[in-house]
């Protein structure tokens, strides 16, 4: 980093890009104290497809929206390149993530009174004159996620898993290094399920991009280099993936995290 202001001038670089450190969120309903997570730390390396399994309530979404600055951890940090995200402003906070960051809300999040397609091109829309979207990304993620039939339609005529897919396609828009997504197959039938993880694995392989997938199936998890699994707001361990066995096996080289493209 070469700036002296690192909190307005990160951008995710670095090659672990994400790191969390005795991660804790207590939330207080009334006089009752809810630990969703504890002591959680976590290294995830730039160019890493991590999955997170757990029993609903374990915590996950909880974990995602904490890495993603969406919420302030009781205690511990997160950094993103070395950079506490506690200690940028808010308006820069937003700004950084709306660059460098694509989340996928378990709830999509929609904004109903716009279609699809302005859905999706929403991060750009209210970028103000900064990064706009590359000159075919659009197309080619509604080509990718099958909505381009259903781009002017508002999200209350989507089904569900349209929905999903147009809040993936919003996620995925800005060409993001680091993608969060929480249960993004969960409205998906088989085969749009199976088409997103190679998109995303793609997104790893090719273009070096970072990727957090909670997921309840172990189909998706299987698309990671490594899966961890959360209880009660604890990791409980790593789990075995595809992946694993096969570089284990030796027919996937070590190149996974070679230098290919600088996003
Ligand atoms: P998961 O995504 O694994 O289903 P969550 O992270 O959503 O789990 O929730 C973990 C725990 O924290 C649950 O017990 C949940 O009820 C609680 N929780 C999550 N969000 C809130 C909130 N805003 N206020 C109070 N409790 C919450
Ligand atoms: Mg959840």
Known sequence: MRSTDRTTQTTITEESPVEASGLTKIYRIGRTLVTALSD???RI???EFLTIMGASGSGKSTLLHLL??????TSGKVLINGVNIADMSDSVKTQFRRRHIGVVFQ?????????????IRLPSLIENGGKSV?????DELMQTLEIRDRRHHRPDSLSGGEQQRVAIG???VMEPALVLADEPTGNLDSENSTRLCK??????DTRRRTIVVVTHESAVADWGDRCITLKDGRITGPRSTGKQERTRNGEETESLFAEKETP
Do not use: Q
């Not at 998109?199 to 790893?204: A, I, K, S, Y």
């Open 134 to 138: 590359r000159p075919g990304v659009l």
């Open 45 to 47: 390396r730039k160019g």
């Open 170 to 172: 919003r996620a995925l």
């Open 68 to 73: 993603a600055g969406l919420t302030e951890p």
């Open 199 to 204: 998109t995303l694995r793609e997104l790893c």
């Open 107 to 119: 709830a999509f999040n929609l904004i109903p009174t716009l279609t699809a397609e302005e859905n």
């Open 40 to 42: 959680v730390s976590l």
